[in-house]
């Protein structure tokens, strides 16, 4: 039976609103079509077998080595970038208990955002940014190839930036760091701390 369990999920912003640090055209191609592949993948990959009971999160942190692991973690990566943004001029900064966590785990904001800055610039090839969470409460940076995700490394997600070619070169070619220093200015941190819990 094809049941086809994982959709595009919906965005809570249209697709000119993060522009132009992220414009309507990489959002339409990035998720319009990039992710859509992806969910296609999996969708053909899971249908029949006994996997396709499982939510998403289930299935990255299941899936063996290979095929499935490599789409169910792109679901999953890029319906967490996609839900964690909002329109620039609406961000706010991070408070309560999220940055309370932050300054426990990196002193400060700043070095915290410097960290996952740094990460970013050094990984070589296409992968994925994670600040992440382990049960102890404690914070960390991770940056991971592919379609890997901290769940299939027992950590919790927090927020990810997607440092695949895809996700910036429309935009900004090869100034990496540009779409570093814009990614920033859309971040959803209302998402980020719900996902502490
Ligand atoms: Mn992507």
Redesign the pocket.
């Given at each position: 039976m094809k049941t086809n369990p994982f959709r595009l999920p919906e965005l809570g912003y249209q697709l000119t609103d993060l522009a132009p640090m992220m414009s309507q055209q990489t959002l339409s191609c990035?998720y319009g079509k990039?992710?859509q592949t992806y969910i296609d993948n999996l969708n053909r990959m899971v249908n029949g077998s006994h996997f396709e009971g499982l939510n998403i999160e289930d299935v990255v942190r299941k899936a063996p080595e290979g095929p499935m692991a490599n789409n169910a973690g792109q679901v999953l990566n890029?319906q967490l970038?996609f839900e964690q943004f909002l329109p620039a001029k609406n961000a706010k900064m991070p408070s309560g208990d999220l940055l309370f966590l932050i300054e426990q785990s990196f002193g400060s904001f700043g070095k915290m955002r410097e960290a996952m800055d740094n990460a970013a610039k050094q990984l070589f090839g296409s992968g994925w940014v994670w600040l992440t969470i382990n049960a102890e409460g404690k914070m960390q940076v991770l940056s991971l190839p592919n379609g890997d995700n901290p769940l299939r490394h027992g950590l919790k997600p927090l927020l990810t930036i997607?440092l695949?070619e895809?996700?910036y070169y429309l935009d900004y070619q090869n100034r990496k760091d540009k779409y570093l220093e814009n990614f920033w200015l859309l971040v959803n941190w209302h998402v980020v701390s719900k996902r502490l819990v």
């Open positions: 990035h990039h992710f890029h970038f997607d695949w895809h996700a």
